[in-house]
């Protein structure tokens, strides 16, 4: 997204698989503002949003293979250095009590994708970034 002069990158369920993915985007958009990343390492199975859609099953290894996850810290800050952005937070993970409905996610501080958005958000902020995990709600200011 960008807005008057501003830009804002939303990659809610991005893995930084292929890191020669990012260079692209940055050739196309430049340095972004403010990156929202995704951090829900751990994924739920295809044939959790997909299961309906199959016109057979999935065995259970191949079920589990293809899972629908975010990046883990290392993975998250390879994509923090490729696109340079001032301000980082994660999101899209599903903690708000009231998605556990949706999901059924609830995360504990040894939770992996806690675990991990706390080290992406650490490191951030010793790189002199704005970093945040988001819960809930946030006002956002572009003016830094």
């Given at each position: 997204?960008?807005?008057?002069?501003?830009?804002?990158?939303?990659?809610?369920?991005?893995?930084n698989i292929d890191p020669e993915l990012y260079n692209h985007i940055h050739e196309a958009i430049g340095d972004v503002d403010v990156l929202f990343l995704g951090m829900e390492c751990d994924g739920a199975p295809l044939s959790w949003l997909y299961g309906p859609l199959l016109t057979k099953p999935v065995t259970r290894k191949m079920d589990q293979s293809r899972r629908f996850n975010?990046?883990?810290?290392?993975?998250?800050?390879?994509?923090?250095?490729?696109?340079?952005?001032s301000q980082v937070y994660v999101y899209a993970m599903g903690q708000e009590p009231w998605?556990?409905?949706?999901?059924?996610?609830?995360?504990?501080?040894?939770?992996?994708?806690?675990?991990?958005?706390?080290?992406?958000?650490?490191s951030c902020q010793e790189q002199g970034l704005v970093s945040k995990r988001l819960y809930g709600h946030m006002e956002l200011s572009l003016d830094r």
């Open positions: 997204v960008q807005l008057q002069g501003k830009s804002m990158l939303f990659a809610a369920d991005s893995n975010g990046s883990n810290c290392e993975c998250g800050l390879g994509i923090v250095e490729k696109l340079k952005p998605l556990t409905y949706l999901t059924s996610i609830q995360y504990t501080e040894t939770s992996r994708p806690i675990v991990e958005s706390n080290k992406l958000v650490a």
